[in-house]
């Protein structure tokens, strides 16, 4: 068989099982199971595969036709120009999160900060804050400590074991330390929504980055209760939110202190994260 025939074969199977981008997908999983570019392999159609190699993009392609992410089956992410470690211990990094990367490296460049990246995860967002902050150190916290693990496999890839600390703890169990910025992406989704996500979300993401609680905002508000005692006077609080929340994440952002200064819409238009102050 060659590689065209394989890529045919590929888009077939998961055509059948309705996966939209049946394609490029086809292309891509082929492209890792070579270990070759997308570019290489369609510049190169007649080019025969070994029986071997076949069988493992079968292998492949079975577990996309169950909708598992293509993240998780290639094992990897890219976010904000870098490539991160991930696996079903950990959210899949979103492209509507690192526009809020851009606007923090922006607002902090040539600033020695302190970071408490809460729900750390693939450690994605403190990896390209620190990457970019070279005056600057962090710390993430995650309760899973798979996600940790993971996290940890990110800083060193990145060489910034000396700048990033990572715990296995609850947020809520930081008292001993201030901080200069505090950088969240936590669960915002209504419990009962989670059964309207898309299944490669709904069935292989931890839910519990995803759970939000009965109106999506338990964890908002205890990253924000939280953040008062543990930020700097004049400290910043940035935090992902979901869809239509804008509202009342200020009212509690005003209820705690805190002057919102920034939102920042995604690529829908649609108000993704809020950067607050907390006031004197």
């Keep these: 068989m060659n590689i065209l025939e394989a890529i045919k074969f590929g888009s077939d199977l998961l055509k059948e099982k309705k996966i939209s981008s049946y394609i490029l997908d086809s292309e891509l999983l082929l492209s890792k199971t070579l270990n070759k570019s997308r570019e290489k392999i369609l510049t190169n159609l007649d080019a025969d595969i070994e029986k071997k190699n076949f069988n493992i993009f079968k292998?492949?392609?079975?577990?996309?036709?169950?909708?598992?992410?293509?993240?998780?089956?290639?094992?990897?992410?890219?976010?904000?120009?870098?490539?991160?470690?991930?696996?079903?211990?950990?959210?899949?990094?979103?492209?509507?999160?690192?526009?809020?990367?851009?606007?923090?490296?922006?607002?902090?460049?040539?600033?020695?900060?302190?970071?408490?990246?809460?729900?750390?995860?693939?450690?994605?967002?403190?990896?390209?804050?620190?990457?970019?902050?070279?005056?600057?150190?962090g710390t993430g916290v995650d309760i899973s400590k798979k996600a940790i693990f993971m996290a940890k496999k990110n800083v060193t890839r990145y060489k910034l074991d000396h700048?990033?600390?990572?715990?296995?703890?609850?947020f809520e169990n930081i008292f001993d330390k201030k901080f200069d910025l505090i950088v969240s992406n936590p669960p915002y989704i209504e419990r009962k929504a989670i059964k309207n996500l898309s299944e490669d979300i709904k069935k292989y993401e931890p839910r519990m980055a995803l759970d939000g609680g009965n109106d999506g905002l338990d964890l908002i508000k205890k990253v924000i209760y939280k953040s008062k005692s543990i930020l700097k006077i004049n400290g910043t609080l940035a935090i992902e939110i979901g869809n239509e929340q804008i509202n009342k994440v200020s009212k509690i952002?005003?209820?705690?202190n805190f002057r919102t200064r920034n939102v920042i819409k995604d690529y829908k238009n649609n108000i993704r994260c809020i950067i607050a102050y907390k006031n004197k």
């Design 163 to 170: 700048r990033i600390k990572l715990f296995n703890k609850s």
């Design 253 to 256: 952002l005003n209820n705690n």
């Design 59 to 137: 292998t492949f392609l079975i577990r996309r036709s169950k909708n598992e992410p293509m993240a998780y089956i290639f094992g990897e992410k890219e976010f904000w120009s870098k490539n991160f470690n991930v696996n079903k211990d950990t959210l899949i990094p979103r492209p509507e999160t690192e526009l809020l990367v851009d606007k923090l490296v922006t607002t902090f460049k040539d600033k020695n900060i302190s970071i408490l990246d809460i729900g750390t995860g693939s450690g994605c967002i403190i990896v390209s804050l620190l990457s970019s902050l070279n005056q600057s150190v």
